[in-house]
């Protein structure tokens, strides 16, 4: 059974930088593409980007390109999502995902629990 | 990027009624649609994914129809435990679209 188990909830000032953390066990991290979600309220669900820790590259979404950095420790299958530049409007859960794979009779998706952030001065 | 147009935004139904909810992407995405269950203080958990394939231990009251750019979502008789949030997501590439989510209610 795969799990992704995210670090703790964080507390941060405008302007400075967070790197949320997250575990994954039951499957080696460089077999998986490991993506990054947030929810807030007002925005709901939002693709932040993609890292693929087989060969280290990753994808973003245009709103968050160059404010967001997304790296992986494969001797400890631990991917990172680093984002600076905070503001208020950064306040959100934010999950780590799976890609979908799949075997002969079935694919796979797995979330990890979240991670909250809250931006205040 | 894919856009995903998602409705109802809210919908409220009685213990029994069959439930549909609509989701549309602004280009072809194939099968590429998965459809999400998210309650209060929770992740977002799996219920369909391909379009139409249940993922294993969902009710099968839940069931998802559609290809290319329109989507479906059915509960056939709604229960308790479904009051929910439910997103559609496209995973068509190498990014991925949410809908904004239908917020189910029992009348």
């Known amino acids: 059974q795969v799990q992704l188990i995210q670090s703790g909830a964080e507390v941060r000032k405008p302007g400075a930088s967070v790197k949320v953390s997250c575990k994954v066990s039951g499957y080696t991290l460089t077999e998986l593409s490991i993506h990054w979600v947030r929810q807030t309220p007002r925005q709901g669900l939002e693709w932040m980007g993609r890292?693929?820790?087989?060969?280290?590259?990753?994808i973003f979404a245009q709103k968050f390109q160059g404010r967001v950095t997304l790296t992986a420790d494969t001797s400890t299958d631990t991917a990172y999502m680093q984002l600076s530049g905070l503001t208020s409007d950064d306040t959100a859960l934010y999950y780590c995902?799976?890609?979908?794979?799949?075997?002969?009779?079935?694919?796979?998706?797995?979330w990890g629990q979240g991670t909250l952030l809250t931006v205040s001065s | 990027d894919v856009q995903m147009t998602q409705s109802p935004s809210t919908l409220s139904a009685s213990i029994g009624d069959r439930v549909t909810i609509t989701c549309r992407a602004s280009q072809s995405i194939g099968r590429w649609l998965a459809w999400f269950q998210q309650k209060p203080g929770r992740a977002p958990q799996i219920i369909v994914y391909k379009a139409s394939s249940l993922e294993s231990g969902v009710p099968s009251r839940f069931s998802g129809t559609g290809f290319g750019t329109e989507f479906i979502l059915t509960i056939s008789s709604l229960q308790p435990d479904d009051l929910a949030t439910y997103y559609c997501?496209?995973?068509?590439?190498?990014?991925?679209?949410f809908g904004q989510g239908t917020k189910v209610e029992i009348k």
């Open positions: 997501q496209q995973y068509n590439g190498d990014s991925w679209t």
């Open positions: 890292f693929y820790p087989e060969d280290g590259q990753a």
């Open positions: 995902a799976t890609d979908f794979f799949c075997d002969t009779v079935r694919c796979y998706h797995y």
